[in-house]
């Protein structure tokens, strides 16, 4: 049973515009959320992450929007750049846990 | 650059070898994990050390046996493996109170022939 979903392995977006990366879980209760960066070859790369009581958090060009009702976060990134080509995880933690749950990983191609 | 060191990068052994995994952190962090990672999928969870105590075993095979000698190291020791288990392996550390994040090395390519 999977927990934690990226329903796209993949996404190609043009360089400059947006990329919008999206997460869907089933615990209610994972009440920590985080992504990952992942080039091959390599281990995941923190990028931002977000607690349940926050609806939004950004860092630079990345940001990240929760929706608990939905059970729905995304990760957005504006403007896109080439570098940022690589497989992203989220992944979602339980208060009182040490396990951190990984989504199935989206492939971001960010075209020149 | 990760703050999280793994050794060795590439490790190719044979079923009947004996090889150990080896995890460093300085960033005091009291909690320590392993990953494994195959292609194409998540990385899912082996271990989690806290205060140098196993707190999470996730039914892995006895042919793994973590040790964590103290607050900043973390081995994976192998022995027996099969070419299944052929996979990246991960080290990563955190906080040891909820909500925080947890932090990768650049993990071990191991390869079991």
């Known amino acids: 049973d999977q927990q934690v979903k990226q329903n796209s392995p993949s996404l190609s977006v043009q360089e400059g515009r947006i990329s919008i990366l999206n997460c869907d879980y089933t615990n209610s209760m994972f009440d920590y959320f985080l992504w990952y960066k992942k080039y091959p070859a390599e281990g995941p790369t923190f990028l931002i992450s977000i607690s349940s009581i926050k609806d939004k958090n950004e860092d630079g060009r990345f940001t990240v929007f929760l929706n608990k009702s939905a059970k729905h976060l995304s990760l957005h990134i504006v403007p896109s750049q080439p570098g940022d080509s690589a497989v992203y995880f989220c992944?979602?933690?339980?208060?009182?846990?040490?396990?951190?749950?990984f989504g199935t990983g989206t492939r971001l191609k960010v075209l020149a | 650059d990760t703050e999280v060191t793994q050794t060795p990068k590439h490790l190719v052994m044979g079923m009947t070898n004996k090889k150990s995994l080896k995890c460093e952190q300085h960033m005091g962090h009291r909690a320590m994990y392993w990953y494994k990672q195959k292609a194409k999928k998540p990385p899912e969870l082996m271990f989690v050390?806290?205060?140098?105590?196993?707190?999470i075993n996730e039914s892995v095979p006895s042919r793994f046996s973590p040790e964590c000698p103290n607050s900043s190291l973390l081995n994976l020791h192998l022995h027996a493996l099969q070419p299944e288990d052929s996979a990246l392996y991960l080290c990563a550390s955190s906080q040891a109170s909820g909500g925080n994040t947890i932090y990768f090395g650049e993990g071990s390519w191991l390869t079991v022939v």
């Open positions: 992944a979602a933690h339980g208060s009182g846990t040490y396990k951190y749950i």
């Open positions: 050390y806290s205060y140098e105590k196993l707190s």
